[in-house]
């Protein structure tokens, strides 16, 4: 069955990867699976056909024969389930693979969310330049710990899992800041995933469309 | 296998049942599994010995066997994949329950932990009043699209699932604000997830650790 997945029709970080859409293709590519992307402009992402698919207006989506799922975690799971490559076989580390997705996304996520909060969102705001640096200390208080986590390996949990895709993809949106540039082993990990082939035609994949004309 | 959990020793909410050990519990009343508690104080909770089970220094933790496991999601998901009634049979229901456990904990909850940062962690700030409406706001949207997915429905798709348990535990953080209350169908829907008797041997036990003389 084809799976189709949704995109921005312009990313609006023009093509830096940052965008949600580039954690799924990550894992379709991992996965070796072909995919179709439609594009969504930001005007359709809020009519009712795509509010169907998603509820909260956004991109992602994924569309597989009869099912239909937003949410980049659970689509990314949902991927690595069905294929190999993403998560281990070994029941014990599999539940550990997956509990570093959470992580990534509930534990990390929401501090660097607050970011694009504090610079975007309310970067106009009276307060913004006094409340950035407590934000900013947000972020390096969960870096310190995952980087203590981390330590010298070079995945979080043994091998490459779905857990690290997720990580990494969620660390790359502090590429910018200059943020991860202060944990050297961060960005090291950061480093060794943008590494990998498939993150590789991942990025392209999305740099075509946010640079087609 | 004893499964064996950790547990604020004395709750921040004073035993409103807010704290995710309460999300655990509730996995596990559902579940119809027995397990233990182990109380960790604030101080513990960043000593190395808790830091080896939970990098970020937070409860709860999951043990079984020679499984160590963090991060609330990743918890109850290895407890509903493990026993019956809280994924549906049908491979396609089951992804879309998981979806909804990552749409509570990446889509709603991060706007929902913003609002504890401004009121808490930000309230002596001199920002502190003038930002909480956009805060608010912000969470008003999310709670907007939710309410029009739900609709009519019990249930976010189908039965209850461990999407409803995550869900209903996010929405339940919102409680005390009365930002809830503009929305009737999602209260009703909380209102639910609280009538279900596992929650409500979940809340019975953590309330009971909170109140102990």
């Not at 200390?137 to 330590?151: T, V």
């Not at 990990?189 to 469309?209: C, D, T, W």
């Amino acid at each position: 069955m084809t799976i189709t997945i949704t995109a921005f029709e312009r990313s609006p970080d023009g093509g830096k990867g940052l965008a949600r859409d580039t954690r799924v293709r990550w894992a379709l590519e991992e996965a070796g699976r072909p995919y179709e992307v439609r594009l969504v402009s930001f005007k359709a992402m809020k009519e009712p056909a795509h509010l169907a698919l998603h509820p909260f207006g956004q991109i992602p989506t994924y569309e597989e024969g009869g099912l239909a799922l937003f949410e980049t975690g659970a689509i990314v799971f949902h991927i690595a389930e069905r294929h190999g490559g993403l998560l281990p076989d070994d029941a014990d580390a599999r539940a550990r693979a997956i509990m570093w997705m959470f992580a990534a996304l509930n534990s990390v996520e929401p501090a660097i969310l607050d970011l694009v909060i504090a610079k975007f969102v309310e970067g106009d705001k009276p307060w913004s330049k006094e409340r950035l640096p407590l934000v900013v200390d947000r972020i390096r208080d969960r870096l310190r710990q995952l980087s203590a986590r981390l330590g010298d390996a070079d995945w979080l949990d043994g091998g490459f899992s779905a857990g690290d895709l997720m990580m990494v993809s969620v660390l790359l949106r502090l590429k910018p800041s200059g943020i991860l540039g202060e944990f050297p082993s961060l960005a090291a990990y950061v480093a060794r995933g943008e590494a990998r082939p498939a993150y590789k035609r991942a990025f392209a994949a999305q740099l075509a469309v946010n640079t087609a004309g």
